[in-house]
T-cell receptor, first 111, second 115 residues
Framework: NAGVTQTPKFQVLKTGQSMTLQCAQDMNHNSMYWYRQDPGMGLRLIYYSASEGTTDKGEVPNGYNVSRLNKREFSLRLESAAPSQTSVYFC??????????FGPGTRLTVL | GNSVTQMEGPVTLSEEAFLTINCTYTATGYPSLFWYVQYPGEGLQLLLKATKADDKGSNKGFEATYRKETTSFHLEKGSVQVSDSAVYFCALRGYRGSTLGRLYFGRGTQLTVWP
């Protein structure tokens, strides 16, 4: 039981490049989330998916798109990366109850 | 709207000292409240939670009581260890409507414990 896994762990992009962050969970959870963590800002919700087939914007969705590929997988795409998107990205999942389970994070640098 | 304000750090303590990290919240309705911990280089882990007023969450010697009258959920530990060094996040879970199920985090408090 791996919990929530994220790939890649680290990534460096140039401004304007695109990339997709992958997230998968093996806990049969309905809900999945993408957050970004910036120094002194805590975690801010980018997008979430309450169930397979649905996605909704969170607090800071601009510059991102998501796909809930199936119940297990929820990907985050940056179409044209900007230096302001340099951050640590966390994926999380929950069964719809209170507790969210987090992945180990992806550290992204945009030059 | 929903928001969480927590004590700014960093907090530096000697081993066996008493720890308090303050957390207050603003929310509509009756949110659930959480403390998450992040060890260096890792994701967040749930430390404890409370789902209704006057509930006390506890885990690994840490405690926090849901105080609706003061809208607070302060984290305490009677005797910290070096292994408690981490970043601690207070959070609330949205209670209704478009916020249902969403977590709102404070900015985090860095704790360093020296031997």
């Amino acid at each position: 039981n791996a919990g929530v896994t994220q790939t890649p762990k680290f990534q460096v992009l140039k401004t304007g490049q695109s990339m997709t962050l992958q997230c998968a969970q093996d806990m049969n959870h309905n809900s999945m989330y993408w957050y970004r963590q910036d120094p002194g800002m805590g975690l801010r919700l980018i997008y979430y998916s309450a169930s397979e087939g649905t996605t909704d914007k969170g607090e800071v969705p601009n510059g991102y798109n998501v796909s809930r590929l199936n119940k297990r997988e929820f990907s985050l795409r940056l179409e044209s990366a900007a230096p302001s998107q340099t951050s640590v990205y966390f994926c999380a999942s929950s069964s719809g109850g209170d507790t969210q389970y987090f992945g180990p994070g992806t550290r992204l640098t945009v030059l | 709207g929903n928001s969480v304000t927590q004590m700014e750090g960093p907090v530096t303590l000697s081993e066996e000292a008493f720890l308090t990290i303050n957390c207050t919240y603003t929310a509509t309705g009756y949110p659930s409240l959480f403390w998450y911990v992040q060890y260096p280089g890792e994701g967040l882990q749930l430390l404890l939670k409370a789902t209704k007023a006057d509930d006390k969450g506890s885990n690994k010697g840490f405690e926090a009581t849901y105080r609706k009258e003061t809208t607070s959920f302060h984290l305490e530990k009677g005797s910290v260890q070096v292994s408690d060094s981490a970043v601690y996040f207070c959070a609330l879970r949205g209670y209704r409507g478009s916020t249902l199920g969403r977590l709102y985090f404070g900015r985090g408090t860095q704790l360093t414990v020296w031997p």
